[in-house]
């Protein structure tokens, strides 16, 4: 069963830095558009950025994806974070095509 495990979340105070990374088994990322979504309070999952350099509006030129294939594992590098971003982050493709991790927290708040 194909498995991400997302980590690196944390509590941050704005304007701070996070990196999220997605550790994937039995899939191989290279061979997938990977994504990067979002899940804030009261709200519908979003998806934030895709490895084919789709970002969302609300964190372009503060949010980096990027890819490691010899880890097969995908990163979040996150800047200069604001509370809006508070929210669980989760690893998947675009489309979904993959059952969901865990996920990991993301507060952002001073």
């Known amino acids: 069963q194909v498995q991400l495990v997302e980590s690196g979340g944390g509590l941050v105070q704005p304007g701070g830095s996070l990196t999220l990374s997605c550790a994937a088994s039995?899939?191989?990322?290279?061979?997938?558009?990977m994504a990067w979504y979002r899940q804030a309070p009261g709200k519908e999952r979003e998806l934030v950025a895709t490895?084919?350099?789709y970002y969302a509006d609300s964190v372009k030129g503060r949010f980096t994806i990027s890819r490691d294939n010899a880890k097969n594992t995908v990163s979040l590098q996150m800047n200069n974070l604001k509370p809006d971003d508070t929210a669980v982050y989760y690893c998947?493709?675009?489309?979904?095509?993959?059952?969901w991790g865990q996920g990991t927290q993301v507060t952002v708040s001073a």
């Open positions: 490895i084919t350099s």
């Open positions: 998947n493709t675009a489309p979904v095509r993959l059952s």
């Open positions: 039995k899939i191989i990322v290279s061979i997938y558009n």
